[in-house]
């Protein structure tokens, strides 16, 4: 049993390290196994995944606040603090560079279709920028104060910005207008469009996570962290969340479905503060950096089990890089109501029906899905999964980690597999039914118990107010028959 479980991981694909200061960007490239990286140290780093050292060449005079590439990867945009941004060709010998804003470059982003970029800076601007023309032909202005971020939407027909004046804005290119405004209560650090293009993400200093519906603009989620929020990345196939906080850690969150929001894993690698995160074009590998000059690769395999129950199906995070350090496992997640009994046989399916939901879509999510596109706007609370700390042996390590997976033969077991796969899905919607109708009970027997400590409060209130009266008309009478009045007399008048 305990060699199944490590056979299957998420691990620890890449550990690096060559930046002198603190890693502020990272972007993969959207064909090949490169990842850029920029830093505080005004320098630019290549990292391939098939070779542990970088190639490094300084790119601007201050402080790189960011850097991507360009969707067919020919070109790395950046931005500074030396108030301008940079266009590199692939083999980063030569660069254009672009100058209008007044302050230090905050964000900078490429279009969907690669022929138009957009920046944001300090000086409260967002502007968008054709590259053959050499500056920018459309402003953004309504911001007042520094502006942190900007991104396209997926249809490039929209942008979306934060700023420290506590909003988030909505901007459409064609007109130059805004059409629309989320007031925050806190400043936003990083803002970022779902894949479907009709939810936006923001990244809070508060710790939480909001994601918001532009259908309908209302909250549609929020998640949590102990400590602000730096970025946040949606998965390609919009079912997941990465998340970079001054927490040390990194999560991965599932959105919207039945388990509201709660991490699938977390990972605390880092010494320090994670500063950003990207995924790979495909979803296969996600990176993160980090103040403490690191950046870590991961790569996913299924993090559910086929076969065993939710309790023995947690997930094993193992570093393929650094085999000394802990395993970071959630616990299975308990019934809200616990009263030491023994589970019931409906929550034991309850259970088992999450484990094979949380499967089936993991295997997936290297597919492009339009499944999210119908998300509803119901606002749902993210619920926090205890974790724990595990030693790994140092044989368990060596016996059962891999290192590269290769892609497995089609064996009888693999088809076996596929087979219970195919009945789950014509299972789901009956499981999912009978998961709302438990939810409902749940909610109208707390509903009756609210109504009955009312009910009984009321009582006690009548009460009280009967005997204020009854004590009040007695002294009222005692006073008239004082004054020499009978009751019949104290009545009439």
């Known amino acids: 049993m305990e060699k199944s479980i490590f056979k299957r991981t998420t691990y620890l694909y890449r550990q690096w390290k060559g930046h002198d200061d603190d890693i502020t960007a990272l972007s993969f490239h959207p064909q090949t196994h490169t990842l850029v990286s920029s830093s505080l140290d005004t320098k630019l780093a290549l990292w391939r995944l098939d070779k ?56 900078v982003q490429f279009s969907p279709k690669g022929d138009k970029f957009v920046s944001v800076s300090n000086d409260e601007n967002v502007l968008l920028w054709v590259p053959y023309r050499g500056k920018y032909f459309k402003t953004f202005s309504e911001h007042t104060d ?3 971020c900007v991104k396209f939407s997926p249809d490039g027909k929209l942008l979306v910005s934060c700023s420290d004046d506590k909003t988030v804005k909505i901007w459409d290119i064609t007109s130059e207008q805004c059409v629309k405004t989320f007031n925050m209560e806190v400043l936003v650090r990083y803002i970022e469009f779902h894949p479907t293009g009709t939810i936006i993400g923001s990244a809070n200093v508060d710790g939480y996570i909001k994601l918001y519906d532009l259908r309908t603009n209302s909250l549609y989620q929020r998640y949590t962290h102990d400590r602000g929020i730096n970025m946040i990345k949606f998965h390609p196939n919009g079912k997941f969340i990465l998340t970079a906080s001054d927490d040390y850690s ?61 309790k023995n199906s947690t997930l094993q995070l193992v570093s393929s890089v650094t ?22 046989k409906r929550e034991e399916e309850d259970e088992e029906y999450i484990r094979k939901y949380l499967s089936n879509t993991l295997k997936k999510s290297h597919s492009k899905s339009d499944d999210s596109a119908g998300l509803s706007a119901k ?24 290192m590269i997976p290769k892609q497995p033969n089609i064996s009888k077991q693999s088809q076996t597999v596929l087979k219970d796969q195919t009945s789950f899905n014509t299972l789901s919607s009956q499981s999912i039914k009978a998961l709302e109708k438990d939810s409902v009970l749940k909610q109208i027997q707390s509903l009756r118990k609210n109504y009955n400590v009312l009910e009984q409060r009321l009582t006690i209130l009548e009460q009280s107010f009967k005997k ?22 104290t009545i009439q008048s």
């Open 468 to 489: 204020l009266y009854s004590s009040e008309a007695k002294h009222y009478f005692a006073e008239f028959r004082a004054h020499g009045f009978t009751e019949i007399d």
């Open 379 to 402: 606002i749902m609370e993210s619920e926090k999964m205890n974790i724990m700390n595990v030693e790994s042996p140092q044989e368990d390590y060596a016996n059962y980690v891999p």
């Open 52 to 107: 542990l050292n970088c190639e490094k060449f300084k790119a601007h005079k201050s402080y790189i606040f960011d850097v991507c590439y360009s969707p067919d990867g020919e070109f790395i945009a950046t931005a500074s603090k030396d108030q301008s941004i940079r266009i590199w060709n692939e083999d980063h010998l030569n660069f254009a560079e672009y100058r209008g804003h007044r302050s230090p470059v905050r964000s």
């Open 146 to 148: 520094w502006v942190r």
């Open 250 to 310: 990194v999560k991965v969150l599932l959105i919207k479905n039945i388990l509201n929001g709660r991490p699938i894993y977390s990972l605390k690698e880092h010494y320090d503060k994670v500063t950003c995160i990207a995924f790979s074009n495909n979803g296969e590998l996600f990176a993160s950096g980090s103040t403490d000059q690191q950046i870590l690769v991961w790569k996913c395999n299924d993090l559910c089990m086929d076969g065993q129950s939710r």
């Open 323 to 344: 085999p000394n350090k802990n395993l970071i496992m959630p616990s299975s997640v308990k019934p809200k109501f616990d009263d030491g009994n023994e589970r019931s």
